[in-house]
């Protein structure tokens, strides 16, 4: 594995050309995953490691990607912590009990991953099998402001009131409830490393919804403790939304690889996380619904963006939308590979 690509790039090594993934690269624009949602529902797949495995290596069989991502979703740790859940058609999560209160939080549990989440551990194993080195394995988790959000909210939310009103308003009982999920989140994520995963990326895909000033009292010392606990066993990828105004902040929470969304020029972005990081990023998902001549143009820039500076990842900005054409998908990929290559 020390010749791919991806973790090349990863640690900031020359490559032969820049390496992709895409977030949410298994899914519903692919035809073979919404025929095995016909017959299974999302939580079925990831409890089945036979199905999380085949979902995994669904994109890796059809795409020019340089690494697969476990499939599975962020959401999994809350239900041994006490707060089960159900995906909703059309509308996405939904907790049965969201956290409302102090006392909400202290009846949380710790849980070993190893026994309640033992299913993904033997999915990442399974899928590393089969995998064979062809390309790397991406573990990853939540963030804890992310997670506490759906733990709170109950589900999506566009402004953050109910999480907001606890973290301003209880801020103890705030701080209580990210330490849980960090150390939870933490030994999770190791356990997903010494199952076999190759890099991890942490999710703090809603932590856009915070100032900077908030982010660093409320979300950074949390993060920290994370990445802190994890640091020098895989490369890791510390991403989020919307976070262009808090990249430096992200950076001193932690990751060797930074991520970053379509909001910001990468080569601004850069800038910001400091040339001495990684990057990945940062392509607007919607590009991909067409034309392509619109979505290659962008990603051209993209790499020029970026330049010859090894430790670029090209990824979108967030996860591929459900009615992405797939041929667009592999187009994408193919050109990122081709018009890099000529660029070195
Ligand atoms: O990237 C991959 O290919 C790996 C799979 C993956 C899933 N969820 C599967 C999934 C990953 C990395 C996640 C992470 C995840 N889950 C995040 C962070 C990433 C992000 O998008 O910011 C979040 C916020 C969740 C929580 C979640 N799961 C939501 C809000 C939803 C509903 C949204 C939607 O698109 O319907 C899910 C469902 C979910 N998780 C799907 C997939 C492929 C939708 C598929 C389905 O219903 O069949």
């Known amino acids: 594995m020390s010749t791919s690509r991806f973790l090349s790039a990863c640690r900031r090594e020359p490559v032969d050309t820049t390496p992709v993934w895409f977030m949410r690269q298994a899914g519903r624009y692919m035809a073979e995953y919404r025929a095995l949602r016909e017959r299974y529902s999302l939580l079925e797949i990831c409890r089945q490691p036979d199905l999380a495995t085949e979902v995994t290596l669904q994109p890796v069989r059809r795409i020019d990607v340089d690494a697969a991502i476990?499939?599975?979703?962020?959401?999994?740790?809350?239900?041994?912590?006490?707060?089960?859940?159900?995906?909703?058609k059309g509308e996405g999560p939904q907790l049965e009990r969201p956290i409302g209160s102090a006392e909400d939080i202290d009846r949380l549990r710790d849980f070993d991953p190893r026994e309640s989440l033992a299913h993904v551990?033997?999915?990442?194993?399974?899928?590393?099998?089969?995998?064979?080195?062809?390309?790397?394995?991406?573990?990853?988790?939540?963030?804890?402001?992310?997670?506490?959000?759906?733990?709170?909210?109950?589900?999506h939310s566009n402004n953050f009131a109910k999480t907001k009103s606890l973290m301003y308003g209880q801020p103890e009982a705030w701080h209580r409830l990210c330490e849980r999920l960090s150390s939870v989140v933490a030994d999770y994520l190791g356990a997903q490393i010494d199952a076999g995963v190759d890099a991890v990326q942490l999710f703090?895909?809603?932590?856009?919804?915070?100032?900077?000033?908030?982010?660093?009292?409320?979300?950074?010392?949390?993060?920290?403790?994370?990445?802190?606990?994890?640091?020098?066993?895989?490369p890791t990828i510390h991403f989020g939304t919307g976070t262009s105004t808090i990249l430096r902040d992200m950076r001193e929470a932690g990751g060797d690889v930074i991520g970053a969304?379509?909001?910001?020029?990468i080569d601004d972005a850069w800038t910001q996380i400091g040339t001495d990081r990684a990057i990945q990023s940062n392509l607007d998902p919607t590009l991909l619904l067409g034309p392509v001549g619109r979505m290659l143009r962008h990603a051209d820039d993209i790499l020029a963006r970026a330049g010859s500076r090894p430790g670029h990842i090209f990824n979108l900005g967030?996860?591929?939308l459900p009615s992405t054409p797939v041929e667009h998908v592999q187009l994408l990929a193919q050109h990122v590979h081709s018009a890099s290559r000529r660029m070195r």
Do not use: C, K
């Open 204 to 234: 703090d895909s809603w932590v856009g919804t915070l100032g900077a000033d908030d982010y660093r009292e409320f979300a950074l010392p949390h993060t920290q403790r994370i990445f802190s606990q994890i640091a020098g066993r895989v």
């Open 70 to 88: 476990i499939f599975s979703d962020l959401l999994l740790p809350l239900e041994p912590m006490g707060l089960p859940f159900d995906f909703i």
């Open 121 to 155: 551990l033997d999915a990442i194993r399974q899928v590393q099998r089969e995998l064979a080195g062809r390309v790397p394995l991406i573990g990853f988790a939540g963030a804890p402001f992310t997670l506490a959000s759906y733990a709170i909210e109950g589900g």
């Open 261 to 265: 969304d379509w909001r910001i020029p």
């Open 318 to 320: 967030h996860g591929i």
